[in-house]
C-alpha cells in the first residue's frame, strides 16, 4: 500500500476514535431514524417543457425492507458496483478515495467521488449536493458515525431502504414495484443489475434507458470480477429474461 493510502487510514482511524470517544455529531441534530426517510411522503411534480408544472402527486415510496426480503444477487450486484470492500472500511475507503483521486486526476475533471455507501446514506439523509471540502469533510465524519452506531447490515438495510432510484422512487421496495411491477424479492439478476445502475444517475439514467442498460452491463461485469457471477451464466441470459421494456437487453455480444 502506498504511503497516501497509509496516511488515509491513519485519517480514517482518527476519525472513528474521536467519535468514539466524543461520540459526535450530536444525535440531536443527526437523529438516527432520518436515515429511513423513505417511508416520508415525497411529492413528485410534473413539469411542461416551459418548466411549468402540470400535475403532482405523492412520491413513489414503499415500507423499509430487511435483507432477508432482498435477494443476495441484488445486494451482491450493489457491493460490487458501489462499494465492494464495504464489510472491511470504517465508513471511509482509503483505497477507493485513492482510486477516484488518480482516475480524477488524469480525466483532468471530477469523474468519480470514491464516496462508500455509508457515505452515500449519510449524505442522502443529512447532507445537501454541494461539492465543497467542508461538505465531503462532514459527510466522512457522519459516515464513520453512523458506523459506530449502525450494524453493517443496518447500513444496508437503510440505504436500500432510503436511496434515489428515479420517477420519483425511494427506496428499492419502491423501485421494482414502479419499474418490473414486482415485489423486490423476485427480481431477477438482470433486473437488481438494472436498479443498481440507476443509483449513478437515477434522473439521467430514466429518461435515457439505452444508457441505463449499459451501465447495467457494467454492473453485471463487476460481479463477474468480484466472483458472484461467471461469463457462462451471462452468456446464457436470453433475451426472453427482460420481459419488461425497460429491461436489460443482453445477447450475445456479452460472451467475451
Excluded at 411549468?52 to 451482491?76: K, M, N, S, W, Y
Excluded at 440505504?159 to 420519483?168: A, K, N, P, T, V
Aim: with cysteine; net charge neutral; aromatic share 6%.
Amino acid at each position: 500500500m502506498s504511503g497516501l493510502a497509509n496516511a488515509l487510514m491513519i485519517v480514517c482511524g482518527g476519525l472513528v476514535s474521536l467519535i468514539v470517544a466524543y461520540e459526535a455529531p450530536p444525535s440531536e441534530q443527526y437523529p438516527i431514524e432520518q436515515t429511513l426517510r423513505s417511508a416520508a411522503k415525497r411529492p413528485l411534480v410534473l413539469l411542461m417543457a416551459d418548466g411549468e408544472p402540470f400535475a403532482r402527486r405523492e412520491g413513489c415510496v414503499a415500507e423499509a425492507v430487511t435483507l432477508e426480503q432482498v435477494p443476495r444477487h441484488l445486494i451482491d450486484a450493489l457491493l460490487a458496483m458501489e462499494d465492494r470492500r464495504f464489510y472491511s472500511h470504517v465508513g471511509i475507503d482509503p483505497k477507493g478515495l485513492l482510486r477516484a483521486a488518480k482516475r480524477n486526476f488524469k480525466a483532468g475533471a471530477i469523474r468519480e467521488g470514491g464516496s462508500t455507501i455509508t457515505q452515500q446514506l449519510a449524505k442522502n439523509s443529512y447532507l445537501s449536493n454541494e461539492r465543497t471540502l467542508g461538505r465531503k469533510l462532514e459527510e466522512a465524519l457522519l459516515a464513520t458515525w453512523l458506523e459506530v452506531r449502525l450494524t453493517k447490515e443496518q447500513i444496508l438495510e437503510r440505504y436500500l431502504s432510503s436511496m434515489y432510484f428515479g420517477e420519483g422512487c425511494f427506496g428499492v421496495r419502491a423501485a421494482a414495484r414502479h419499474f418490473f411491477n414486482k415485489p423486490v424479492g423476485e427480481l431477477k439478476v438482470s433486473e437488481s443489475a438494472l436498479l443498481v445502475a440507476l443509483l449513478r444517475s437515477p434522473t439521467r439514467l430514466t429518461r435515457n434507458f439505452d444508457e441505463a442498460r449499459q451501465r447495467a452491463r457494467l454492473v453485471l461485469r463487476a460481479m463477474v470480477r468480484e466472483g458472484h457471477l461467471d461469463e457462462a451464466r451471462i452468456a446464457a441470459m436470453a433475451p426472453a429474461e427482460f420481459d419488461d421494456q425497460r429491461g436489460i437487453e443482453l445477447g450475445s455480444e456479452y460472451a467475451d
